[in-house]
């Protein structure tokens, strides 16, 4: 079942992570994905073998935002789970997983939006913006859209304790 809350991993599903990035006012990263325009999502990415789902996290935040200037906030209370659509689970991964299950994790940004370098190694974002958090579901893709309203409930009050 989508977006059901578990304390473990969910099986048949792949682990990562995600990242809701705070800037000084409350408003979260998100990012637009390289060759689909409108895609809007905030960071998140695989659990390599051998790493903490919060090295993870942190490596991530390197990876798609190209920053390390970030302080831990918070971590999800358990793992989150989505399902892919159809056609996206035959591409990714071999079709091995139904879809990803994420341990979320909550970083206020220190740095200025000067340090943001959307142009890493493998880059995820083709732009990025601050958005507020009332904002987010509204436009992130909607097999996503479960999973966001469960973090911005789950990680809300920190948006507000600026």
């Known amino acids: 079942m989508t977006g059901a809350v578990s304390s473990e991993p969910k099986k048949g599903y792949r682990p ?18 390289v ?10 990415g695989g659990i390599d073998e051998g ?9 991530e935040l390197r990876e798609e935002v190209g920053t390390d200037k970030a302080e831990l906030l918070a971590e999800s209370a358990g793992w989150y789970a989505y399902d892919l659509p159809r056609k996206l689970r035959e591409k990714l991964w071999g079709g091995r ?4 299950t994420q341990k979320w994790f909550a ?3 220190l740095g200025s939006d000067d340090d943001i370098d959307l142009k890493t190694h493998h880059q995820e974002f083709a732009r990025w913006r ?7 579901t509204a436009h992130i893709v909607p097999f996503k859209r479960e999973i966001y309203e469960q973090v911005v409930v789950e990680f809300g009050h920190l948006a507000n304790g600026v």
């Open 16 to 33: 990562c992570v995600g990242v809701l990035l705070l800037d000084s006012r409350g408003h979260v990263f998100v990012g637009e994905r």
């Open 35 to 44: 060759g689909t325009p409108g895609a809007w999502q905030m960071p998140q």
């Open 51 to 59: 790493e903490t789902p919060l090295e993870a996290a942190k490596r």
């Open 97 to 100: 997983f139904k879809g990803q």
């Open 107 to 109: 970083f206020r940004f």
């Open 130 to 136: 601050w958005m507020e958090m009332g904002e987010l």
